[in-house]
């Protein structure tokens, strides 16, 4: 048996367990813990899919066990972190409930993407990863005083809006940049190359208030790529 071929699922094993674990923080309540190992399976997730290009080692086993973890780490654990916090600040007992939105959305999102062939370059609708690092960024701040827009909104509403509208943009209709390269040129990657930069800046600036900023960017540049610029 030619080692190789198993190292990419290694790491995709890493996201799951990453996932599995950080379930497990959620469900004590310790939602910064889980949040960082939404973070940490972004990490595995990236590689996985790196490693398999750079050692040739595509299978369909490796496509759907990524599928099955990316379930798991992008799917059910934002919504358990999308839950606690609901419970948290709601006084209603049934609105937590609908952070599963985020796990059904998912897993329709994963499906859909599983069978089609033309999100090779770009993506149609929110992917799972972006989503689950959107959502995961909250618990760092949203508790604190000094957060304005729950003085805008009652906070238990922002939360269940921003369920929801994400839930949503998961299986939207709409071409989302895929950070792939074929070429480096700046004429064939303009829009990639601003938002690579833009993110490093308010990583630089904000550190973690900046990574819902960086996805609400990367929907924002993606609609305008769509509009101005034809896809590579």
Same mark, same amino acid.
């Given at each position: 048996?030619?080692?190789?071929?198993?190292?990419?699922?290694?790491?995709?094993?890493?996201?799951?367990?990453? =996932?599995?674990?950080?379930?497990?923080?959620?469900?004590?309540?310790? /939602?910064?813990?889980?949040?960082?190992?939404?973070?940490?399976?972004?990490?595995?997730?990236?590689?996985?899919?790196?490693?398999? @290009?750079? /050692? @040739?080692?595509?299978?369909?086993?490796?496509?759907?066990?990524?599928?099955?973890?990316?379930?798991?780490?992008? =799917?059910?654990?934002?919504?358990?972190?999308?839950?606690?916090?609901?419970?948290?600040?709601?006084?209603?007992?049934?609105?937590?409930?609908?952070?599963?939105?985020?796990?059904?959305?998912?897993?329709?999102?994963?499906?859909?993407?599983?069978?089609?062939?033309?999100? *090779?370059?770009?993506?149609?609708?929110?992917?799972?990863?972006?989503?689950?690092?959107?959502?995961?960024?909250?618990?760092?701040?949203?508790?604190?005083?000094?957060?304005?827009?729950?003085?805008?909104?009652?906070?238990?509403?922002?939360?269940?809006?921003?369920?929801?509208?994400?839930?949503?943009?998961?299986?939207?209709?709409?071409?989302?940049?895929?950070?792939?390269?074929?070429?480096?040129?700046?004429?064939?990657?303009?829009?990639?190359?601003?938002?690579?930069?833009?993110?490093?800046?308010?990583?630089? =600036?904000?550190?973690?208030?900046?990574?819902?900023?960086?996805?609400?960017?990367?929907? *924002?540049?993606?609609?305008? *790529?769509? @509009?101005?610029?034809? @896809?590579?």
């Amino acid at each position: 048996m030619e080692i190789r071929k198993h190292i990419p699922n290694l790491f995709t094993l890493g996201n799951l367990l990453c =996932g599995c674990i950080g379930t497990i923080e959620a469900l004590h309540g310790n /939602l910064i813990n889980a949040a960082w190992l939404i973070w940490a399976a972004a990490v595995f997730d990236f590689l996985d899919g790196f490693l398999a @290009r750079l /050692l @040739r080692t595509h299978s369909e086993i490796g496509k759907q066990l990524d599928s099955l973890a990316d379930m798991i780490t992008f =799917g059910v654990l934002p919504s358990m972190i999308m839950f606690e916090m609901l419970n948290q600040v709601s006084g209603i007992l049934w609105l937590p409930y609908f952070a599963f939105l985020i796990a059904l959305f998912s897993a329709l999102r994963l499906a859909k993407f599983n069978i089609d062939e033309n999100q *090779s370059n770009s993506f149609i609708g929110l992917p799972t990863p972006a989503n689950a690092l959107f959502i995961s960024s909250f618990p760092f701040f949203v508790f604190k005083e000094n957060f304005f827009l729950g003085e805008l909104i009652d906070l238990q509403w922002l939360l269940l809006i921003i369920t929801v509208v994400f839930s949503y943009l998961m299986v939207a209709n709409i071409e989302m940049i895929a950070l792939k390269f074929k070429n480096f040129s700046w004429a064939d990657n303009k829009i990639k190359f601003v938002l690579i930069g833009l993110s490093i800046l308010l990583i630089a =600036g904000l550190k973690i208030s900046g990574i819902p900023i960086i996805i609400i960017l990367y929907v *924002s540049l993606s609609g305008i *790529s769509n @509009r101005f610029f034809v @896809r590579n």
